[in-house]
């Protein structure tokens, strides 16, 4: 992939799906602690306890989940999932460095 491409990679959203009341972010909610939930899931991205209006409004929070829907892209489903879930059991949730990368996207400045 050369420069260019890469750039306008990153500042494209890229087409999701929006599940509301998902029972796979409804696990990962109770998982992580965490009140609500987004749980991006190749190109569907799963809300619990959040409608997909309010997801939509925060706009760091999206840009978040668009960088994992790019990492679903770049790696494909099964590869990424399996990457994802070795990175996890190697240096959890937060260090995670699929997780790393999207909070770095959140600013929705690319370095
Ligand atoms: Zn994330």
Same mark, same amino acid.
């Given at each position: 992939?050369?420069?260019?491409?890469? $750039?306008?990679?990153?500042? $494209?959203?890229?087409?999701?799906? +929006? @599940?509301?009341?998902?029972?796979?972010? #409804?696990?990962?909610? /109770? #998982?992580?602690?965490?009140?609500?939930?987004?749980?991006?899931?190749?190109?569907?991205?799963?809300?619990?306890?959040?409608?997909? !209006? %309010?997801?939509?409004?925060?706009?760091?929070?999206?840009?978040? &989940?668009? &960088?994992?829907?790019?990492?679903? @892209?770049? /790696?494909?489903?099964? #590869?990424?999932?399996?990457? /994802?879930?070795? !990175?996890? +059991?190697? #240096?959890? /949730?937060?260090?995670? @460095?699929? !997780? $790393?990368?999207?909070?770095?996207?959140?600013?929705? !400045?690319? %370095?």
């Amino acid at each position: 992939m050369d420069i260019r491409e890469s $750039v306008k990679e990153s500042s $494209v959203r890229l087409p999701f799906t +929006i @599940r509301e009341n998902s029972l796979l972010a #409804k696990l990962a909610s /109770y #998982k992580l602690h965490a009140p609500r939930m987004a749980l991006t899931l190749g190109k569907t991205i799963h809300l619990y306890n959040c409608s997909a !209006e %309010e997801f939509m409004a925060n706009e760091r929070w999206v840009n978040h &989940e668009m &960088e994992h829907l790019r990492q679903f @892209r770049k /790696y494909g489903l099964l #590869k990424f999932i399996f990457l /994802y879930l070795l !990175e996890s +059991i190697r #240096k959890g /949730y937060y260090n995670n @460095r699929f !997780e $790393v990368e999207a909070r770095s996207a959140e600013s929705g !400045e690319m %370095e």
